[in-house]
């Protein structure tokens, strides 16, 4: 194993979207297995604290490689285009809209239905944006295009937990 590795190359994956997460799991397991401290407790204490070093690093890529978005945003970073979203939120005018059509559904929800028909549709917005960024990142190499669904992902996964916030308030 090399500290300097990317995450996709730690686990012995290709690099790509598109991920099987049984998979990731059983190669997680097999990792911390292998760099578990104990393991090293007769080298002494300078092995274990690699060890630990080891597990920490494993834990953190497989952090961001199970979780779509991170996985995404990480694999535009490896590729020269940076997600930036603290400095660049420039969104299509069509997303920005539909934005704030969500934020006036919300605001004006009467109860649970009204909702979970919100939520139902930020499900299905984030099943389509995935489905664009796997094409952007796996089949089209469009890094640059694959971070503004990046960045929209990022609003609708914030959004739905908004719709969830309100929704634990109505069910409280």
Not at 32 to 42: G, I, L, T, V, Y
Not at 70 to 93: F, I, Q, S
Not at 161 to 166: E, F, H, M, P, W
Request: aromatic share 8%; charged share 25%.
């Amino acid at each position: 194993m090399n500290l300097q590795s990317d995450d996709f190359e730690l686990f012995g994956l290709e690099r790509r979207f598109a991920q099987d997460r049984a998979v990731l799991d059983a190669l997680w397991k097999d990792l911390q297995r292998q760099a578990h401290p104990d393991k090293f407790s007769a080298q002494g204490a300078a092995a274990q604290r690699i060890a630990m070093q080891w597990s920490v690093r494993i834990n953190e890529a497989y952090q961001r490689l199970k979780n779509p978005l991170k996985r995404a945003a990480y694999l535009c970073e490896l590729h020269g285009a940076p997600v930036n979203a603290e400095n660049n939120t420039a969104m299509p005018a069509s997303f920005l809209m539909q934005q704030m059509q969500w934020r006036e559904e919300l605001d004006e929800a009467q109860g649970a239905p009204d909702l979970e028909q919100i939520g139902q549709q930020c499900r299905q917005a984030e099943r389509d944006v995935l489905h664009k960024i796997e094409q952007l990142l796996d089949q089209s190499h469009d890094y640059a295009a694959a971070v503004a669904q990046v960045r929209a992902l990022m609003f609708i996964e914030r959004f739905a937990a908004d719709v969830n916030d309100r929704l634990d308030q109505i069910e409280s």
